[in-house]
């Protein structure tokens, strides 16, 4: 069964870092989403993107967040300047269409030290 | 943000019994509910959905129920097995937008 791939499983940074979380959504999927969960907090919707540029994003994406399509597989999110706030698990889903089922990867924990 | 409701953050249930999960949520413009299922260290995994213009859908054991006058929806398991144990999110989106909105989740616990 087709699944979303997500890399690194964990990945620890220093405060200021930047940090690249990468993606592989289900391939014949055309919405692409981020989500993220601080510990103990709910699932929050960070950005989606379709056909090359992003469709929608939440108030918590802001300036030091962007997100790529890089190739025709992989879909990346990247926080230029990570904050002790950053912290957090982050999922990358895909869908069909934009109205269909969001399908998650099993997310990235980022620890920003 | 409280715009998806789970309250009852846990729930312990005795194998081939039923459980039921309910979520509330606020935003009217609200037309499409999921929910998923989440195991420590896994991302959520869907479960089911349901579209505002229906009350009712079923898939094997699961089965959600929508009263929109009550912007109210449960999850009906039945029977409960052991690996039903795990946090289950609610979650919805409102039509011209694809974002989903999530509870804080419930979390199950299926006794053998």
């Known amino acids: 069964e087709p699944e979303v791939t997500q890399t690194p499983s964990h990945q620890v940074t220093q405060m200021g870092q930047e940090v690249i979380l990468r993606c592989v959504p289900i391939?014949?999927?055309?919405?692409f989403y981020w989500y993220r969960q601080i510990l103990g907090q709910k699932v929050e919707f960070l950005v989606s993107f379709y056909n090359n540029e992003i469709s929608e994003k939440s108030e918590i994406f802001d300036d030091q967040f962007s997100v790529e399509r890089p190739d025709g597989s992989n879909f990346t999110l990247k926080i230029r300047s990570t904050k002790l706030e950053d912290s957090a698990m982050y999922f990358c889903?895909?869908?069909?269409?934009?109205?269909?089922?969001?399908?998650f990867g099993p997310g990235t924990r980022l620890l920003v030290l | 943000d409280q715009q998806v409701k789970q309250n009852s953050p846990s729930l312990s249930v005795q194998e081939g019994r039923i459980s039921i999960l309910n979520c509330d949520y606020t935003n009217s413009m609200f037309d499409y509910f999921l929910w998923y299922k989440k195991y420590p260290a896994e991302g959520p995994t869907f479960l089911i959905s349901?579209?505002?213009?229906?009350d009712k859908n079923e898939d094997g054991r699961f089965t959600v129920f929508l009263n929109k006058s009550a912007k109210h929806l449960s999850l009906h398991i039945v029977p409960s097995q052991p690996g039903d144990s795990a946090v289950y999110f609610c979650?919805?989106?409102?039509?011209?937008?694809?974002?989903?909105?999530f509870g804080k989740g419930n979390q199950v616990v299926v006794i053998p």
């Open positions: 889903a895909s869908s069909n269409e934009g109205r269909e089922t969001q399908y």
């Open positions: 391939s014949n999927h055309l919405y």
């Open positions: 979650a919805a989106s409102a039509y011209g937008n694809n974002r989903l909105a």
């Open positions: 349901i579209s505002s213009i229906k």
